[in-house]
């Protein structure tokens, strides 16, 4: 009998304290805070609804990046070597992810990164991958909306020098541009943090700009974009996808007003049975509308763990072969394609700014700027 007894313990012990843990590698604190909040909204309602893979539960484990590229590394390394992660969500920037991403590709433990755009974040890794469009993409996507819809003929860009996301994403757009539209191009430099702009903003308004571009975050942004209505620009404002967080609005204001971005989802566009039943289940939840970030924190969640169904292993390497042959995973922001390279092929959403709320503008697709 006692035998007997032990045994059950031990069959009860491996299905109650067995677990397979997945990383969340999020900027919680510093710059971009904003952007790591809603991720992980996005992800703590993935998780309430499928907390369990293989018959094991699954833990979540969270590691704040504080915004920072050198703290994103040693995150990364503490979930891998100490918390035994099986795959990690993260990082958001561009920067904080690649840096990341040498750990995750030395340790052959697959990172999903939920909005890092820069093509350099998977470039060359074989278990780095992303479930957002990459800045090819979306720069060509803003050059045609700034060159067809908005009949630009000169752009001033503010380029924040310390992001390889704002960097890249100028590069394209100007590529585009110059190339197709033969639009002549300001570009003006600022840094993480600055909240002076008056300098850059002098030089935009002697150039004539017809748009004021902005390839950083949604800080600096709204306040460029307040400093530059304050002295008398009366043009278009139009950005990245870093421009979507709801601080864009708290923040600038009145200013924000009829500014255009790019983004990779926005309630309005909901057509799926899925993602209509995301906007419900997060309004229940949260008591507002998810944002950008937290429907990719969702889908990333959930795209890690409908591969390790497919793996049917908690072996990372297994896991990350699983991850790079996704086709066809229907995502709350879209359907999800993994190609060879880890980069997901989806389309590009034209938001703008209008009664103080996002509003759907367009979609582009990659077939459309070919």
Request: glycine residues 8%; proline residues 2%; charged residues 25%.
């Amino acid at each position: 009998m006692k035998r007997f007894l032990l045994i059950l313990f031990l069959i009860f012990s491996i299905f109650v304290f067995s677990e397979i843990k997945i990383g969340v590698l999020l900027p919680l604190t510093g710059g971009i805070s904003a952007f790591g909040d809603w991720t992980k909204k996005g992800i703590e309602l993935a998780y309430s609804q499928k907390s369990t893979v293989l018959g094991e539960k699954i833990t979540l484990v969270y590691a704040d990046t504080r915004s920072e590229k050198t703290e994103a590394a040693n995150a990364m390394a503490r979930l891998i070597d100490k918390e035994k992660v099986v795959a990690v969500i993260g990082e958001i920037a561009s920067s904080n992810s690649i840096a990341a991403a040498e750990i995750a590709e030395a340790r052959k433990v697959p990172q999903v990164a939920v909005t890092s755009t820069n093509p350099l974040v998977t470039q060359g890794k074989k278990f780095v991958s992303r479930v957002c469009f990459i800045d090819p993409l979306q720069g060509t996507a803003l050059a045609e909306f700034a060159g067809k819809t908005l009949k630009a003929k000169k752009v001033a860009i503010f380029v924040d020098i310390e992001q390889d996301y704002s960097v890249g994403l100028t590069n394209y757009f100007k590529e585009r541009f110059e190339k197709k539209y033969k639009g002549q191009i300001l570009e003006v430099r600022y840094k993480s943090g600055d909240q002076e702009f008056s300098a850059q903003l002098a030089q935009a308004l002697a150039f004539n700009s017809d748009v004021i571009m902005f390839t950083g975050y949604y800080n600096e942004i709204a306040l460029a974009a307040q400093q530059a209505r304050a002295m008398g620009y009366k043009g278009y404002f139009i950005a990245g996808d870093g421009a979507d967080a709801p601080e864009l609005i708290k923040i600038g204001g009145q200013a924000v007003e009829g500014l255009y971005f790019t983004t990779h989802y926005v309630p309005e566009a909901a057509k799926t049975k899925i993602a209509k039943d995301f906007v419900d289940a997060f309004k229940k939840k949260f008591n507002t509308l998810p944002a950008m970030n937290a429907a990719l924190g969702y889908d990333a969640y959930m795209l890690i763990v409908n591969a390790i169904e497919r793996a049917k292993s908690k072996d990372p390497v297994k896991i990350n072969e699983a991850i790079r042959s996704t086709k066809g995973f229907q995502g709350v922001s879209g359907n999800i394609d993994i190609d060879e390279n880890g980069n997901a092929v989806k389309d590009v959403i034209i938001v703008q700014v209008k009664g103080g709320k996002f509003t759907y503008v367009t979609t582009i697709g990659p077939e459309d700027l070919k």
